[in-house]
């Protein structure tokens, strides 16, 4: 059930990640800058930052269709 402390938790958190994009969007120049995070990481945290997100995201996707085929929730036998 929604209720009107949830819409505050919301509002907030919406409010906030704005204020940080703006506090960011000021001290950055470029979109590159954005992207690159200002030049200042090396190449190896940047490709285990993208090995992180992309098993992040291959275990979110995944991991739903493994549990649905192994436990024969889809209407077949495991």
Not at 15 to 33: A, E, M, P, Q, W
Not at 55 to 77: E, K, L, V
Request: net charge positive; aromatic share 16%.
């Amino acid at each position: 059930m929604v209720t009107y402390s949830s819409f505050i938790v919301i509002a907030l958190y919406i409010t906030t990640t704005l204020f940080i994009s703006y506090l960011v969007n000021k001290r950055l120049k470029t979109g590159g800058d954005f992207s690159t995070g200002g030049r200042q990481f090396g190449w190896f945290t940047a490709g285990v930052s993208i090995l992180a997100t992309y098993i992040s995201a291959m275990t979110f996707i995944g991991m739903p269709d493994g549990i649905w085929h192994r436990d024969g929730s889809n209407g077949h036998p495991p």
